[in-house]
């Protein structure tokens, strides 16, 4: 699928679109509801826009339940069993007419007496279409020249819930109603007429136009669809469970607001167009179990002649009134299918718990190597079971360590310390006289509320400073703000010059770093100075 790209400065969100008939000159916020609300603040969409974040899913035993219970899949099962041993069907592979009553009634679509409503037979078409596309049924011809369709290898093993198979099947049918979303609701009607009256009765070059702007326009709508599935997905994954469910209008807004900007109210017509837009497209996908969607009131567009359409004031929508213009939820099945494009499209999609299969070691050095991780459930996921005392020793153990990333390493292992609990504890006191572990471990004992812990030698405490503060350094990325907060909190009394004379002095491979960031970034310009001149003995002495 095509990587997703947040809207340049100026850039509208669908030229041409059909006219906006949502009001256009209210509040964003108002209309569709605040961003902070479904867990989007601006550090949220920052990041989201760089990486693809792990997401959770369920195991795959479950994610083939659930694809077995999308309706129209199970109807295509059900058609595939009833083709048994075999079913006449047209030149074109479809159902011929007097099977097509019969086969709506098998799929509860219509009476089992009396009349069959054309809309049945035509969902029963629709069902039978996707056996063939996913080779459920296979098409033949007899010797006598008779048209018809038998059920294909695939079928048993789905029917018997295998979820290689069954997810296989259901990720081809996704596929295609993906691809079929785009090419039924590409263009805005106004567009289709011009087109269509372009393109047969106009000339060479002008039916040649014609076809290129409706390809053009093909492509347009499914990079919006694209687009939109990976900003659920991303959003999906950073929000809160049972917080998952975005209004169509936040959605919109994230594809169309410029990146770093506040919405404004010149926006508001482009979110609305880029609503309209997905909405079919959204509920083809919900068919098949890709979303949950709530589509547009269609009652909103219903503007009677000398009316205007109805505008909301300035007080806030109630729930129930912003949801009448659109809610979307990506299901599991949804992340699921969307994870895999996005691998087959060489993304870096990560499950969350990949990196916690292996022992401590491999599980410290996965986190910290990862830029596209969350460490605090790689850590759940890990010790999750596991006996806290064996767990807690091989974590400190796999701490240790003067390389690029140690000072990360040990932040995280006290970090995994805090899922294991005061359990941990005899572990944890073994380490109490470890030049490396000794400061951070007598730390967690006192938060622990021990009072028994002996107070580190001069050296240990120093050297712990250096290392707590390179470890923020690593895990930020230089992030200033956060840096000044822990900066505020650091040991320096009275005397700045003698303290950092000890400083530069700690046998640390990050001890000059961590005064040259001191140094930068201490609002108090004497203690700044301080750290400069000490940043620059640490870097003399090697």
Not at 254 to 282: Q, R
Not at 305 to 320: K, T
Not at 342 to 366: I, K, M, T
């Amino acid at each position: 699928m095509a990587g997703r790209r947040r809207k340049n400065g100026g850039a509208s969100a669908g030229e041409g679109a059909a006219e906006a008939v949502l009001p256009a000159d209210m509040e964003l916020q108002d209309l569709y509801g605040a961003f902070a609300a479904h867990g989007l603040d601006d550090e949220d969409l920052d990041d989201a826009a760089v990486l693809v974040p792990p997401v959770k899913l369920p195991a795959e035993q479950e994610l083939a339940e659930q694809a077995k219970a999308v309706p129209m899949f199970g109807y295509a099962l059900a058609l595939a069993r009833w083709a048994a041993p075999h079913r006449v069907v047209d030149e074109f592979g479809d159902l011929v007419e007097e099977d097509r009553a019969p086969a709506a009634r098998l799929l509860g679509l219509a009476p089992a007496e009396g009349e069959v409503p054309e809309e049945a037979e035509v969902e029963a078409l629709r069902a039978w279409s996707l056996a063939c596309d996913l080779d459920l049924v296979e098409l033949g011809t007899t010797k006598d020249g008779e048209h018809v369709a038998v059920p294909g290898p695939d079928l048993e093993p789905a029917e018997q819930g295998d979820p290689e198979t069954v997810l296989e099947l259901w990720l081809t049918a996704a596929g295609i109603v993906r691809e079929l979303a785009v090419e039924a609701d590409s263009l805005p009607e106004e567009e289709e007429e011009e087109a269509e009256e372009a393109a047969p009765e106009g000339g060479g070059d002008e039916d040649e136009d014609g076809l290129n702007e409706v390809e053009e326009a093909r492509d347009a709508a499914a990079e919006l669809l694209d687009e939109a599935l990976q900003v659920l997905y991303e959003t999906t994954a950073f929000a809160d469970p049972g917080n998952e469910t975005v209004p169509l209008g936040v959605l919109a807004a994230l594809l169309v607001v410029p990146e770093g900007e506040e919405p404004s109210e010149e926006l508001l017509g482009d979110i609305t167009d880029v609503m309209v837009a997905l909405d079919p497209m959204l509920g083809d996908l919900a068919e098949l179990g890709l979303l949950d969607y709530r589509p547009i009131d269609p009652e909103l567009f219903d503007e009677e002649e000398g009316e205007e359409p109805a505008v909301v004031g300035e007080e806030a929508l109630d729930e129930e009134e912003s949801a009448r213009f659109g809610l979307v939820r990506l299901t599991p099945l949804g992340q699921y299918g969307i994870r895999q494009w996005l691998l087959e499209d060489g993304y870096d999609a990560p499950l969350v718990g990949e990196l916690a299969q292996g022992d401590a070691a491999e599980l410290l050095r996965g986190v910290c190597e990862s830029a596209n991780v969350l460490p605090e459930e790689e850590l759940r996921v890990w010790v999750a079971g596991r006996e806290p005392v064996p767990a807690a020793r091989e974590l400190l153990a796999a701490a240790r360590g003067d390389d690029a990333y140690g000072p990360l390493r040990r932040m995280l292992c006290f970090s995994a310390l805090n899922l294991l609990g005061a359990d941990a504890e005899p572990a944890v006191r073994e380490v109490l006289d470890d030049r490396e572990l000794g400061g951070s471990a007598r730390a967690w004992l006192s938060a622990l509320g021990a009072t028994d812990v002996p107070v580190p030698d001069r050296a240990m405490a120093l050297w712990t400073v250096v290392d707590t503060f390179a470890a923020q350094l690593l895990d930020s990325g230089g992030d200033a703000a956060l840096l000044r907060e822990l900066i505020t909190d650091l040991p320096v009394k009275g005397d700045p010059a003698a303290w950092f004379g000890e400083l530069w002095r700690v046998d640390h491979p990050y001890t000059a770093d961590v005064l040259e960031a001191i140094g930068e970034l201490h609002t108090d310009r004497a203690l700044a100075k301080e750290a400069r001149k000490a940043a620059f003995k640490a870097r003399s002495k090697g």
